[in-house]
């Protein structure tokens, strides 16, 4: 029943190794999101994905690429993982796109790269 | 985007009403207010968003001043698990909505 889910929710990997991190919801909403948030507790946007369409894409390294499949999946692969790429992601939903509407976010998934 | 501030944190009693403020004295016209909140551990959690017109529901209520320069979330009565960080966001309409920026938030610990 779960709304937005995101798997693994651990996931302990050494540099270099690339890695997927799997998101659907079952919302039936157009627009996807990833999120990082850092040890600092930042939250960051990464990617914005409406109807299967790339929306916005954040300053972040091409290692990271996002994927969708269809619209209720958003995938996030990392190549050539780096330290600094430890951090907990957050995968979210949302109706449609706009101001005038909430966001649902998954529990997270927690990298760390050793 | 525009900017906001809030208290980087807050105390309140158990079963109190809470008053978070938020100040975005940079508002335009077309951004709306929203809240989140983050419980430990936990994924960020909508909590309620509005435009110009005082806004309620099942968890809380969003107070927006008459030039929108200021607003604040109401809990109505604060229990434990209202401990989380709160977040006030403004979402600007246009090609830039669709991004949800968090700050720094208020984290409100609520005393037993």
């Known amino acids: 029943d779960t709304a937005v889910s995101q798997t693994p929710k651990y996931l302990v990997t050494q540099m270099g190794n690339d890695k997927s991190i799997k998101c659907e919801q079952n919302?039936?909403?157009?627009?996807m999101y990833w999120y990082k948030q850092d040890s600092k507790k930042f939250l960051k946007i990464m990617f914005s994905?409406?109807?299967?369409?790339?929306?916005i894409n954040e300053t972040v390294p091409n290692r990271f690429s996002p994927k969708s499949p269809d619209k209720a999946h958003l995938n996030l692969h990392i190549n050539s993982l780096e330290l600094g790429d430890s951090a907990v992601y957050f995968c979210?939903?949302?109706?449609?796109?706009?101001?005038?509407?909430?966001?649902?976010f998954g529990q997270g998934t927690r990298l760390t790269v050793v | 985007d525009a900017k906001t501030t809030q208290p980087n944190s807050m105390e309140s009693n158990e079963e109190e009403p809470v008053h978070l403020p938020c100040n975005h004295s940079t508002i335009s016209g077309t951004d709306y207010i929203h809240w989140y909140r983050q419980l430990p551990s936990q994924g960020p959690e909508y909590v309620i968003h509005g435009l110009t017109s005082n806004v309620n529901n099942r968890m809380a209520s969003l107070a927006i001043a008459e030039d929108r320069k200021s607003s604040t979330l109401i809990l109505h009565r604060a229990t434990l698990r209202d401990a989380a960080v709160y977040y006030c966001i403004l979402r600007a309409g246009g090609s830039r909505d669709d991004k949800i920026i968090f700050g720094k938030g208020t984290r409100l610990h609520i005393l037993p």
């Open positions: 919302l039936g909403h157009d627009t």
């Open positions: 994905y409406n109807n299967k369409e790339l929306i």
């Open positions: 979210a939903s949302s109706p449609y796109r706009g101001q005038n509407t909430e966001a649902f």
